[in-house]
């Protein structure tokens, strides 16, 4: 089945520093997300993005936040100055339509210190 | 804002007991999900409900979804351990945008 990869699996970084959170959707869908999870928490919406722009935003996605799809394939997720509270697990997904099920990444674990 | 309730957070069940996770919107949906995380996983989809009063089974699995499209449950029966994990659902707007609930987190012990 194909799958929705996002690298890397790990991200250590100071506060106050910048990370990009990449993944590869699905090559025929064509709507992304990412969502993040703190760690025995619920799965939290932040973004979605379809026709190479942001369709919904949650109250989390804020200045800090932007996401890109620059070549095509690669959707990125950039958060421009880490805070403690960042840290989480970010999931990126994909599907190809409003109504179809959401195939999710593996994740990529952000620690801030 | 939209809200979608799951209750219990946790459950404990002993192998061959039955498990019953319930979802609840404050507003209408236009279908729901279910999606299930094994520990250290990504969220797997699972099944997905669009008529009310649906009802759905896979297997051991039972999927209903209510009359008024506000609230689905998930019936798992005689459990395994390898249901082991979290159950989310996941409530579907006209905009699109998945809310997800804040799961139940299922232990069987053998």
Redesign the interface.
């Known amino acids: 089945e194909p799958e929705v990869t996002q690298t890397p699996s790990h991200q250590v970084t100071q506060m106050g520093q910048e990370v990009i959170l990449r993944c590869v959707p699905i090559s025929n869908h064509l ?1 992304f ?1 990412w ?1 993040r999870q703190i760690l025995g ?5 932040l973004v ?1 993005f379809y026709n190479n722009e942001i ?2 935003k949650s109250e989390i996605f804020d200045d800090q936040f932007s996401v890109e799809r620059p070549d095509g394939s690669n959707f990125t997720l950039k958060i421009r100055s880490t805070k403690l509270e960042d840290s989480a697990m970010y ?1 990126c997904a994909s599907r190809t339509g ?2 179809e ?7 990529t674990q952000l620690s801030v210190l | 804002g939209q809200q979608v309730m799951q209750i219990p957070q946790y459950q404990h069940v002993q192998e061959g007991e039955d498990f019953t996770t319930y979802c609840n919107s404050s507003t209408t949906l ?2 729901i ?1 279910w ?1 299930k ?1 094994r520990p250290g ?5 699972l099944i ?1 409900l ?1 008529k009310s009063g649906e009802v759905k089974k896979q297997k051991r699995l039972t999927f209903q979804f209510g009359e008024a499209k506000k609230n689905s449950s998930l019936h798992i029966t005689a459990t395994q351990t390898t249901d082991v994990g979290t159950y ?1 659902c ?1 409530g ?1 707007r006209n ?9 139940t987190t299922l232990q069987v012990k053998p």
């Open positions: 709507y997300y969502y928490q619920k799965v939290e919406f979605s369709s919904e999931f409003l109504r099920k959401l195939f999710f990444g593996s994740g | 236009s279908n999900q999606y995380q996983g990504h969220p797997v989809f997905q669009v989310f996941a579907r905009t699109g945008k998945l809310i997800f609930g804040q799961g």
